[in-house]
């Protein structure tokens, strides 16, 4: 199994930051990664897929970057809304395993 | 607009079964694998199980292999995750979540995501 490390596991920011969130994997995965936000309460949302393409819908404060086994998502200036749990999740392949997650608050 | 709405979540005595339901609107369900994943209490998001758009192939995370089954009836746009032998640590709120990529082949990469989930339903395991 792939075996993903997010860091850091929690962050304090305030809005107007720029903050990036970074994933490894155990091995190889090429660009087949995704990062997903999850607020208390709610469906988790896709945020950007492959990598870094931005799923439709998402505001372009949001980008990702990285391939093989080092990715990061960045968050350009941070907006309340933001506030939320990251999670980035390989889908090389299966089982599709999901990162520990990075609990972004305010500071 | 894609839609997916889980249900059968309850309060189920350890060892004992459960069958969760998700049902499909706004899309051409079979069309696309679906997945499984749950978040135990204070814990993150943890990937449960894939299947195919077919409904031929399955995958399964280590944690519920050989317990709990993912099925679809692609005639009623609904997926299925039956669960037995439940333990207290499978207590959580299930998510059914929907790949992205159109026809995607289960074995291989995904590589657009999952990019519909409902809102999910809450299983709790306790005597």
């Known amino acids: 199994d792939i075996h993903m490390t997010q860091s850091p596991s929690s962050l304090s920011a305030s809005v107007g930051d720029r903050v990036t969130i970074t994933c490894r994997t155990s091995?190889?995965?090429?660009?087949?990664l995704n990062w997903y936000q999850h607020r208390p309460g709610t469906a988790p949302k896709l945020l950007i897929y492959?990598?870094?393409n931005l799923q439709s819908g998402v505001p372009s404060r949001f980008s990702g970057s990285g391939s093989g086994t080092a990715f990061t998502l960045t968050i350009s200036s941070l907006q309340p809304e933001d506030f939320a749990t990251y999670y980035c999740?390989?889908?090389?392949?299966?089982?599709?395993?999901f990162g520990r997650g990075t609990k972004l608050e305010i500071k | 607009q894609a839609q997916l709405v889980e249900s059968g979540g309850a309060v189920v005595q350890p060892g004992g079964s459960l069958r969760l339901s998700c049902e499909a609107s706004g899309f051409t369900f079979i069309s696309y694998a679906m997945n499984w994943v749950r978040q135990a209490p204070g814990k993150g998001l943890e990937w449960l199980a894939i299947i195919s758009f077919d409904g031929i192939n399955t995958y399964y995370a280590d944690s519920v292999k050989g317990r709990f089954t993912i099925s679809r009836d692609n005639s009623k746009n609904t997926l299925f995750l039956q669960m037995n032998s439940l333990r207290p640590e499978d207590t959580a709120v299930y998510y059914c979540?929907?790949?992205?990529?159109?026809?995607?082949?289960?074995?291989?990469?995904?590589?657009?995501?999952?990019?519909?989930w409902g809102q999910g339903t809450t299983v709790t395991v306790s005597s």
């Open positions: 091995q190889t995965i090429n660009n087949y």
């Open positions: 999740q390989q889908s090389y392949s299966n089982p599709r395993t």
């Open positions: 979540a929907k790949e992205g990529q159109h026809l995607g082949i289960t074995s291989r990469p995904g590589r657009y995501g999952m990019d519909v």
């Open positions: 492959a990598a870094s």
